[in-house]
């Protein structure tokens, strides 16, 4: 099978990438920076079309004469609500216009979205995608744009939304994982927000699973079964790191009240736009971490595709504490 895959150099895509490859897929890959792509596979290395979601050309050339899509590029961070919208929704578009016209024998278009463009759920509920659609972020709305531009391409589509998404080469939840090395993990909040989360190689397997038959045309939230609390993932992140590191430090809770939280985030989003840069931690942010509840349930995508979520909380944590240990992360 012939596959295009955008953002394979990122934390989803580049697991992806491995994956396609290990079963012998012939892969090619959308980089800006080829050497990136070298690094990152050293030992089996993907075919890559350098360019961006902005070069019509290079969208072109990776898709011609592939059977499937994976597009899991898009921005996390922006300055503007409309630079989201800029990637996340117009380059989208351009994906999916250059498969249309680079790929007539397309079998899939497998759009890597978000539990974000869903919208968050309530205390002691599950998402599911019957559910309507309520964004609270810029890019959580612009990740709902994506999906509606996907939904009218005309193409065979999937659309996968995985909730917050941890394990190897990750960078987001980083910087927990470092605090809780010296025992320290922040909590925003009174720590009751309830969490569904995945471990990136169970999320590699629901977007394979979802170029099968069943999953046409279709909204899937894929998740592990299990809820915790913010509280909850922060004491099990202080043990996988303690038992990584062979440590014994105390944990120590530093919660963050909402008026806290906000205030925080807004002198780090301005700083940011000061600077010219951008940052996760933005005003726009505080809407989602403050949300009472982040929950999904992926009964659809189990029953279309026999796929379940097979690492749990514990099991992944260690994981990723002892990949960051061992690559000099944490």
Known sequence: MKVFVTGGTGFVGSHLVAALLERGDEVVCLVRNP?????????????SVAGDLDDDAALRAGCTGVDVVFHSAGVTAAHTRAEFFAVNADGTRRVAEA???????????VYVSSQAAGGPSRCGTLKTETDEADPISDYGASKLAGESVVRKSGLPWTVIR????????????????????????????????????????????????????????RTYFACNREVTTASGFARAVHRAVQRSLGTTRKLIVLPLP?????????????????????????????????????????????RDTGWSATVDLEDGLRQTADWYRENGWL
């Open 99 to 109: 498969a249309a016209e680079a790929a007539p024998n397309l079998t899939r278009f």
């Open 35 to 47: 050497a990136k792509l070298n690094q990152r596979f050293r030992d089996s290395e993907p075919q």
């Open 162 to 217: 995985p909730p917050g998404v941890y394990g190897p080469f990750d960078s987001g939840f980083l910087t927990v994982f470092r605090l809780a090395r010296f025992g320290i993990v922040p909590v925003i909040g009174d720590g009751k927000q309830e969490l569904s989360l995945v471990f990136v190689s169970d999320l590699v397997h629901a977007l394979l699973q979802a170029t099968l038959p069943a999953t046409a045309s």
């Open 258 to 302: 909402g008026w806290v939280t906000r205030a925080t985030l807004r002198l780090t989003g301005t700083s940011a736009r000061l600077l010219g840069r951008t940052t996760l931690l933005s005003t726009d942010k505080a809407k989602e971490l403050l949300a009472e509840a982040w929950t999904c349930d992926p009964t659809a995508l189990e």
